[in-house]
């Protein structure tokens, strides 16, 4: 078993109750020290869901993936590590969009939240959205999920990746799935697959979530 690090500043970041402004200022004293504390609690879902994506297009690396919720860049590293090149970052935090842009692994910087806002993005620009740890208390909800889909095109693929326990520990993450399904049935996507894997980060189980866009 890996030891588990539960660190302070994930915590705080995530703490039951925790609202989306609360949780956007946050970031802006832990933000320097976002990736140590991250690498120290064992966070492999940037690695994990990397080499998900490799396996999803083959070893096929010339496509273009919007790293979804991308705070200091791990996911996008991650993703480069692996070979692919074309990718862009969505993050809320500028203090966050500053620390992913000197990973020089990104193209585009938009600086923005995801939800039931239309972002500046035209239908069916990425052949993936990956959302790495996106989805914990007080940050992304699940209203975001047909923006995920607007800007994917046909064919292409939509990756959630998370704490496997937040599906029943938050509130809000109880819907996820049905909302999912609501999706699927009304013909915008379909799943590939749900994979729950272990050591996500403190030593907790994570799952990814992989729907391809109809």
């Known amino acids: 078993m890996p030891v588990v690090n539960y660190n302070n500043n994930i915590r705080t970041s995530q703490r ?16 320097a020290d976002y990736d140590k504390d ?11 869901t990397a080499h998900r994506m490799l396996n999803l297009f083959e070893g096929k690396t010339d496509v273009r ?8 860049g791990m996911s996008g590293e991650a993703l480069h590590k692996v070979g692919f090149r074309s990718m862009d970052a969505l993050e809320p935090s500028e203090d966050m969009l500053v620390l992913a842009k000197e990973k ?12 039931t806002n239309r972002l500046d993005i035209v239908d069916g620009e990425y052949d993936a959205t990956v959302m790495v740890g996106g989805m914990v208390e007080g940050h992304v909800g699940c209203d975001c999920l047909e923006e995920l889909i607007r800007v994917v095109k046909p064919g292409g ?16 993450y109880r819907k996820l799935e049905p909302r999912m399904a609501a999706l699927q049935n009304e013909g915008c996507w379909e799943q590939v697959s749900r994979d729950v894997f272990p050591n ?7 799952i990814i979530f992989v729907y391809r866009v109809c």
Not at 65 to 72: E, F, M, P, R, Y
């Open 200 to 206: 996500y980060c403190e030593g907790e189980e994570g």
């Open 38 to 48: 991250t690498a120290d609690s064992n966070y492999n879902g940037p690695r994990a």
């Open 104 to 115: 020089n692994v990104y193209g585009r910087l938009i600086k923005d939240f995801l939800g």
């Open 65 to 72: 993936i919007l790293d979804v919720a991308a705070g200091t």
């Open 157 to 172: 693929f939509v990756v959630i990746t998370m704490r496997e326990v937040n599906l029943r520990k938050i509130p809000e």
């Open 16 to 31: 039951p109750g925790i609202s989306l402004k609360e949780s956007q200022e946050f970031y802006k004293t832990w933000a």
